[in-house]
């Protein structure tokens, strides 16, 4: 199934719609997992980086299997080749290991990332609005943990160990959750 075969059989032109309806179709998927992976990296960039490697390792995925894992390795590598090449440097940096560990339960079967998406969105239901509304601030806006602290009148170094606590306490209760539903945390 190469995408720029000089040759073209209506056979290859219906594998091109379907595994373009494939990328297509996972595309809020992959953007989520590079997001879970990497929150303050440029994810389109590295989204757009992803849809260039599938679209050139179209020949080399079978029809038939799991496209979902396919998509997810190649964004997990892009991911870290895009933070691997960041030259900024803030206070939160992923490291290759905890990339590791995000990316083996992020690519587990549909299931598991669907059920511990779920469980975050209701661990976070029983956060206090306050606490929310600075999670929301700093991962779904993107303001600096700097901008925050000046606005809040609060030390940097005390607001990192808010997000450190919050962060334990959350991945705590999703692991909870996870647990109690069956899951594998």
Avoid at 19 to 44: C, F, K, M, W
Avoid at 70 to 90: G, P, V
């Amino acid at each position: 199934m190469k995408p720029d075969s000089i040759a073209s059989t209506p056979a290859m032109e219906e594998l091109r719609i379907e595994y373009l309806q494939l990328v297509t179709r996972h595309q809020p998927a992959i953007y989520g997992y590079i997001r879970s992976l990497a929150p303050q990296a440029d994810v389109e960039d590295i989204l757009q980086e992803t849809n260039l490697v599938l679209w050139n390792k179209a020949d080399t995925f079978e029809p038939g299997t799991n496209f979902k894992a396919f998509a997810f390795r190649i964004a997990h590598l892009k991911t870290l080749e895009a933070l691997r090449s960041d030259k900024r440097r803030q206070w939160l940096v992923f490291d290759s290991d905890l990339m590791e560990q995000i990316s083996a339960r992020s690519s587990s079967p549909e299931s598991l990332a669907d059920g511990q998406q779920a469980a975050l969105r209701e661990c976070m239901k029983q956060l206090e609005p306050g606490d929310r509304e600075l999670i929301h601030t700093r991962y779904v806006v993107g303001r600096t943990v700097r901008d925050m602290a000046r606005d809040l009148r609060k030390t940097e170094g005390s607001l990192q160990q808010w997000f450190f606590r919050m962060r334990n306490q959350l991945r705590d209760c999703v692991e909870r959750r996870n647990r109690v539903e069956g899951g594998v945390a």
